[in-house]
């Protein structure tokens, strides 16, 4: 039945479009068993999207995620619940990742029980053990604390395990260190790094840290306005960027040798809307070497030598 709304503000919210936002646009890549592949990019540049939408957290709206042979957008709801196991997710923020109410042992033999993975006993007994890999020492006091009674860096230990306790093959990281005191940042890589050998890990890395995504990752893609930009192998990324916006982010990398001096690049303005994405290259308007073509055709990700790149002055150079 229709009815008036009495005031014209109102009406006007209700009557206005939603804005369709692709915050991840034509994005194709792979990882490989036992890599750790990075994802860097701005704040709204669809990283955290991207990671979501391959565990399913977030439906994409087309596309594939293969995961070992298996495209996980077919899978039926009871099919992924299954599957899920096998892949796990670290989120930034700890304390609202953890439920406040429950004990952390409970918390992390959780998807034990979830994926009816054996005894309570048994459940109980590879929590601690998980508790000890991830140094939450002595694991039995551990077991019986809440998560407001630890620190930030003992509480991202405690998400850590709950990733692990599935034996799982694959692990989402979003900006696992980003809600971390520097001091506690380098443990919790360095214990990512010892976890991923023991456990034969793959990582997808996503973080707006580019000195975090050098110490751990293989491989770094850079995202910008919801497609990745430029793809390389770590060392090559940060000693030979090839695209504008990747060497705009490499130039705000603190060098430790005072000796050394970087000119530092700016890029022109704010990272546009995702609602008002530019036509064109999407980095035109705020790019130092913007051509004419820049404005009119998106370039394509191009295989340059191993590495990939999107942007028109790579066919000059
Ligand atoms: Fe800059 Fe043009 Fe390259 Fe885009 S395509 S990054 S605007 S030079």
Same mark, same amino acid.
């Given at each position: 039945?229709?009815?008036?709304?009495?005031?014209?503000?109102?009406?006007?919210?209700?009557?206005?479009?939603?804005?369709?936002?692709?915050?991840?646009?034509?994005?194709?890549?792979?990882?490989?068993?036992?890599?750790?592949?990075?994802?860097?990019?701005?704040?709204?540049?669809?990283?955290?999207?991207?990671?979501?939408?391959?565990?399913?957290?977030?439906?994409?709206?087309?596309?594939?995620?293969? %995961?070992?042979?298996?495209?996980?957008?077919?899978?039926?709801?009871?099919?992924?619940?299954?599957?899920?196991?096998?892949?796990?997710?670290?989120?930034?923020?700890?304390?609202?990742?953890?439920? =406040?109410?429950?004990?952390?042992?409970?918390?992390?033999?959780? =998807?034990?029980?979830?994926?009816?993975?054996?005894?309570?006993?048994?459940?109980?007994?590879?929590?601690?053990?998980?508790?000890?890999?991830?140094?939450?020492? =002595?694991?039995?006091?551990?077991?019986?604390?809440?998560?407001?009674?630890?620190?930030?860096?003992?509480?991202?230990?405690?998400?850590?395990?709950?990733?692990?306790?599935?034996?799982?093959?694959?692990?989402?990281?979003?900006?696992?260190?980003?809600?971390?005191?520097?001091?506690?940042?380098?443990?919790?890589?360095?214990?990512?790094?010892?976890?991923?050998?023991?456990?034969?890990?793959?990582?997808?890395?996503?973080?707006?840290?580019?000195?975090?995504?050098?110490?751990?990752?293989?491989?770094?893609?850079?995202?910008?306005?919801?497609?990745?930009?430029?793809?390389?192998?770590?060392?090559?990324?940060?000693?030979?960027?090839?695209?504008?916006?990747?060497?705009?982010?490499?130039?705000?990398?603190?060098?430790?040798?005072?000796?050394?001096?970087?000119?530092?690049?700016?890029?022109?303005?704010?990272?546009?809307?995702?609602?008002?994405?530019?036509?064109?290259?999407? %980095?035109?308007?705020?790019?130092?070497?913007?051509?004419?073509?820049?404005?009119?055709?998106? =370039?394509?990700?191009?295989?340059?030598?191993?590495?990939?790149?999107?942007?028109?002055?790579?066919?000059?150079?």
């Amino acid at each position: 039945k229709e009815f008036k709304l009495k005031r014209p503000w109102l009406e006007a919210l209700f009557k206005k479009e939603t804005p369709t936002v692709k915050a991840v646009d034509d994005v194709s890549f792979e990882i490989k068993r036992g890599e750790t592949l990075g994802i860097v990019g701005e704040s709204g540049s669809g990283k955290t999207t991207m990671g979501r939408s391959i565990l399913r957290l977030i439906e994409p709206t087309s596309g594939k995620i293969i %995961f070992d042979g298996y495209d996980l957008l077919g899978l039926s709801k009871n099919n992924l619940r299954k599957a899920r196991k096998d892949f796990q997710i670290i989120f930034q923020d700890p304390m609202a990742s953890l439920n =406040p109410y429950m004990k952390i042992g409970k918390i992390v033999s959780h =998807p034990l029980e979830i994926h009816n993975i054996g005894s309570k006993t048994e459940q109980k007994e590879r929590v601690l053990s998980i508790f000890e890999k991830v140094n939450l020492i =002595p694991a039995k006091e551990f077991f019986n604390r809440y998560p407001k009674q630890l620190s930030g860096g003992q509480r991202q230990r405690v998400v850590i395990a709950r990733a692990l306790i599935t034996n799982p093959k694959f692990i989402v990281a979003d900006e696992p260190t980003a809600m971390l005191d520097v001091s506690v940042r380098s443990q919790i890589l360095k214990l990512m790094i010892d976890i991923k050998e023991e456990f034969g890990l793959t990582y997808l890395f996503i973080t707006h840290d580019l000195a975090s995504a050098k110490y751990i990752c293989d491989r770094i893609g850079v995202m910008y306005l919801g497609k990745i930009v430029e793809m390389a192998n770590t060392y090559d990324l940060f000693t030979n960027p090839l695209h504008p916006y990747t060497q705009i982010l490499m130039s705000a990398v603190p060098i430790p040798d005072p000796n050394i001096k970087r000119k530092k690049l700016m890029p022109k303005g704010e990272i546009p809307s995702a609602t008002k994405i530019p036509k064109g290259c999407r %980095f035109h308007p705020r790019c130092p070497f913007a051509k004419d073509i820049c404005k009119e055709q998106e =370039p394509k990700l191009k295989d340059v030598g191993g590495r990939f790149v999107a942007c028109h002055l790579i066919d000059e150079s």
